[in-house]
């Protein structure tokens, strides 16, 4: 059965700082792999798409990683800001997508 | 370009009711998923519809189902209502399945009284 981790649950940060999140996965043979943040009670804004062949995509201040091989990808906020307060979740498509249960961020002034 | 809309926005039912859920997806987006959030299972995945076919299914009982229109619009239903139904029913649609980035939508806030 797929399945999708991400780590930490919830992470809290003072504004500037550099943070990565990470999702893995428990097989390799993946289509490509979605990020997403949500905010409370909104639906899912798509932040960075990577295909199977690639190793990262990058959009401004974001930039995620994808290593098929051992299961993992990274998100990579760079100086961080309030507004980037939200839940990040990763989604894996095995044939579907498999979402992890979200890294809750919160960026303090 | 307008994005994914989804309608109604809130729905209260009790249970044993029906309800009917609708998505609109991006103009030229031929794929449309499901999927239900609770705050106890996260996001899990109902179902995919492309070219008005199924194309795959998460579990979920048959009292869930779905269809796609010619002009990839997509319908949801949920029949016999449970109070664990109780949920936010999110939709996304992608261009294609080559190419399938999902863009969601805000989503139906489903309440089973």
């Known amino acids: 059965k797929q399945e999708v981790t991400q780590i930490p649950a919830a992470l809290s940060v003072p504004e500037g700082e550099n943070l990565v999140l990470n999702c893995s996965f428990t097989d390799s043979a993946i289509y490509n792999l979605q990020w997403f943040r949500q905010d409370p009670g909104k639906g899912l804004t798509s932040l960075l798409l990577i295909q199977s062949s690639q190793r990262e995509q990058t959009s401004g201040r974001l930039n995620a990683s994808l290593d098929k091989s051992s299961g993992r990808s990274t998100l990579y906020i760079a100086a961080s800001q309030p507004g980037d307060s939200a839940t990040y979740l990763c989604?894996?498509?095995?044939?579907?997508?498999?979402f992890g249960s979200g890294t809750k961020l919160n960026v303090k002034p | 370009k307008a994005g994914v809309t989804q309608t109604p926005r809130y729905l209260i039912k009790t249970r044993g009711q029906q309800v009917t859920l609708s998505c609109s997806p991006i103009s030229g987006h031929r794929s449309v998923s499901w999927y239900q959030q609770t705050p106890g299972q996260g996001l899990q995945f109902l179902f995919e519809y492309f070219s008005e076919t199924q194309r795959n299914k998460g579990n979920f009982p048959g009292r869930f189902s779905g269809r796609q229109f010619s002009n990839s619009r997509s319908e949801m239903n949920v029949s016999t209502l449970e109070l664990g139904d109780s949920a936010l029913y999110l939709c996304?649609?992608?261009?294609?399945?080559?190419?399938?980035?999902?863009?969601f939508g805000p989503g139906t806030r489903l309440t089973v009284l």
């Open positions: 996304a649609s992608s261009l294609s399945l080559d190419y399938n980035e999902q863009f």
């Open positions: 989604a894996v498509n095995f044939n579907k997508f498999y």
